[in-house]
T-cell receptor, first 114, second 112 residues
Framework: KAGVTQTPRYLIKTRGQQVTLSCSPISGHRSVSWYQQTPGQGLQFLFEYFSETQRNKGNFPGRFSGRQFSNSRSEMNVSTLELGDSALYLC?????????????FGSGTQLSVL | KNQVEQSPQSLIILEGKNCTLQCNYTVSPFSNLRWYKQDTGRGPVSLTIMTFSENTKSNGRYTATLDADTKQSSLHITASQLSDSASYICVVRQSGYSTLTFGKGTMLLVSP
């Protein structure tokens, strides 16, 4: 069974640009969540999608948005990039996103904003 | 405010030695606590999950403990191997909520 796939693996952008990251969950998983990981803050929850609907949202500005498609694949978009957005962006999937379910993480997209 | 604090921040041990990583949390009400291992350049992988009623759970050479009264958890690694070199992250879920609170991790380096 294929794991969670995130593309691209690395990305370099400049301030003010926008970026779209992609996540393909494990087959059969309907919940997809996104996280930002930085050396200073660690992992921080961005948002979670289930059946094409955003179910939960973390404390990030509106420049961070996402969506989920009918095949459970998800995309995350960051507009008007800032230097502080440089981070590893991780996507995780689970069956239903219920309490106690194990999250399966992708290898992430390393975003560098210059 | 829900917080998860991990210690030490980093640790270097010799191959074959044991070590214990600590996790203190203030998340309330508590639902469960997971320990994740994150290799460099990879996403985190779940090692164990602890619920309120569980005190100890093992996964091979990894043993997690939970004291829900003092809100502390530990991850003990026995007979360390070079492949144990990674970041270990403690994650706590609040009861009734889907969001998670992450610790900043302990970076473990196992030296030959």
């Amino acid at each position: 069974k294929a794991g969670v796939t995130q593309t691209p693996r690395y990305l370099i952008k400049t301030r003010g640009q926008q970026v779209t990251l992609s996540c393909s969950p494990i087959s059969g998983h309907r919940s997809v969540s996104w996280y930002q990981q930085t050396p200073g803050q660690g992992l921080q929850f961005l948002f979670e999608y289930f059946s094409e609907t955003q179910r939960n949202k973390g404390n990030f500005p509106g420049r961070f948005s996402g969506r989920q498609f009918s095949n459970s694949r998800s995309e995350m978009n960051v507009s008007t990039l800032e230097l502080g957005d440089s981070a590893l962006y991780l996507c995780a999937s689970s069956l239903e996103g219920q309490v106690g379910e194990k999250l399966f993480f992708g290898s992430g997209t390393q975003l560098s904003v210059l | 405010k829900n917080q998860v604090e991990q210690s030490p921040q980093s640790l270097i041990i010799l191959e074959g030695k044991n070590c214990t990583l600590q996790c203190n949390y203030t998340v309330s009400p508590f639902s469960n606590l997971r320990w994740y291992k994150q290799d460099t350049g990879r996403g985190p992988v779940s090692l164990t999950i602890m619920t309120f009623s569980e005190n100890t759970k093992s996964n091979g050479r990894y043993t997690a403990t939970l004291d829900a009264d003092t809100k502390q958890s530990s991850l003990h690694i026995t007979a360390s191997q070079l492949s144990d070199s990674a970041s270990y992250i403690c994650v706590v879920r609040q009861s009734g909520y889907s969001t998670l609170t992450f610790g900043k991790g302990t970076m473990l380096l196992v030296s030959p």
